[in-house]
C-alpha cells in the first residue's frame, strides 16, 4: 500500500514511525510537513519540524508546505498515486488534495470525535475536567473533524495529568490505531459509522484572552486549566504589572485560614506559595515572570521581597 504521511509536530512522529515499521505492508512514498522555522537565535540554522527530522532519520522523501492550497500541491500528490494519506497534526486539506489517494484519506484527532473538534483538544479536554479521552480516526471531508469514523481508542486522564503528559501518550496510542486503520482500509473492511452531532463539542485555538487564569473560579477548576495548559503556551496571570505563567500548580490540603480574602490573594507559607480561589487555595509550583525565566516558587521566592500587605495576582 503506498502511503503520503502528513504532519508537522512531535505528536505526528510516533505514527510516522510505526506506519515505516510495517516495511512488508506500508510504502510510504512522501512526508508532506511544514517549512522549517527560524530559531530564536538570528545567526542559527532554522528549524526543522519534528516530522521532518524523523523522516529524514528514516530516509524517506520530505515535501515542505505551509499553503495547502497553492498550485502544483495537489499535482504533487496526485504524482504519488497514492492508496491512502494519513494525517496527523497537520493543515486543513482542500478536497483538490485529499481526493487524489485511491483509497481514500484519514486523520488522527487527539479526542473521542465527535468531542472536541478543534485545534486543541487535547488542552479542553483536561481543562474542562474530562476523566476520559481517546483518539479517533476519521475519513475526511470537507467539515473540519465530521467525517466517517474508522477507529477510536479510549483511555482515562490521571487527575494530575497535564496536557505534555497526555499529548505524549495520545501520541503513542494514535500510532497504533493509525496502523490498524491502515490494516482495515488495505483489507477492504472498513465500517465507518458517522459522528452523532448531538455530542459534538469545540476546542478552539488557544489565544492570549483565552488562556488567562480567572482567580474567581473554584481550586478544582483553576488547577485543571493551569495542567491543561502546560507547558505551552502555560496559563498566565499578572503581578505588578508584569505577566506571569503558571507552569504547575496543586490543589492544596491547606486549612480555610483567611476564607475573606480576596481570589488572587498570595499567601507565603514554610517556603511555600499559594493564591486564594473562589472556594479555598491552590499551591503555584513553577511559574515565569516576564523577563525572567521559568523558575520553581522556591527559587522565586528567595529573590522576593515579602511585604506586609498581601500581594495580589490579577
Not at 152 to 170: F, G, H, M, W
Not at 237 to 257: N, P, W
Request: charged share 20%.
Amino acid at each position: 500500500m503506498r502511503i503520503i504521511f502528513m504532519g508537522t509536530p512531535e505528536f505526528a512522529v510516533p505514527s510516522l514511525q510505526a506506519i515505516a515499521a510495517e516495511k512488508d505492508e506500508f510504502e510510504i512514498v512522501l512526508v508532506v510537513t511544514g517549512s522549517d522555522k527560524p530559531r530564536r537565535n538570528k545567526h542559527a540554522d532554522s528549524e526543522p519540524s519534528a516530522v521532518k527530522q524523523a523522516a529524514i532519520a528514516l530516509t524517506l522523501p520530505v515535501y515542505e508546505v505551509d499553503d495547502v492550497t497553492r498550485s502544483g500541491f495537489a499535482e504533487t500528490v496526485a504524482a504519488c498515486r497514492a492508496d491512502v494519506i494519513v494525517v496527523a497534526a497537520f493543515r486543513i486539506l482542500p478536497p483538490a488534495v485529499y481526493e487524489q489517494a485511491a483509497l481514500g484519506a484519514f486523520n488522527l484527532h487527539a479526542s473521542l470525535l465527535p468531542a472536541y473538534r478543534g485545534a486543541a483538544p487535547i488542552n479542553w479536554a483536561i481543562i474542562r475536567g474530562e476523566a476520559e479521552t481517546g483518539v479517533t480516526t476519521f475519513f475526511l471531508q470537507q467539515r473540519v473533524d465530521t467525517g466517517n469514523i474508522i477507529l477510536q481508542e479510549r483511555t482515562p486522564i490521571a487527575p494530575n495529568e497535564n496536557s505534555v503528559d497526555l499529548a505524549c501518550r495520545l501520541s503513542v496510542i494514535g500510532a497504533r490505531v493509525v496502523v490498524n486503520t491502515l490494516r482495515l482500509i488495505a483489507s477492504r473492511n472498513v465500517v465507518v459509522s458517522g459522528q452523532d452531532e448531538a455530542f459534538a463539542s469545540r476546542a478552539p485555538k488557544l489565544t492570549h484572552d483565552n488562556t488567562r487564569i480567572v482567580w474567581s473560579r473554584p481550586v478544582s477548576v483553576i488547577h485543571d486549566f493551569v495542567r491543561g495548559l502546560a507547558m505551552k503556551p502555560a496559563a498566565w496571570t499578572t503581578f505588578k504589572g508584569k505577566t506571569m505563567k503558571i507552569f504547575r500548580a496543586a490543589q492544596s490540603e491547606l486549612s480555610s485560614e483567611r476564607v475573606s480574602a480576596t481570589p488572587g490573594t498570595l499567601l507565603f507559607d514554610q517556603g511555600r506559595l499559594y493564591v486564594r480561589c473562589s472556594d479555598g487555595w491552590l499551591e503555584l509550583l513553577s511559574l515565569q515572570l516576564e523577563g525572567r525565566k521559568m523558575m520553581e516558587v522556591a527559587e522565586f521566592l528567595r529573590g522576593f521581597r515579602h511585604e506586609s500587605e498581601p500581594s495580589l495576582f490579577e
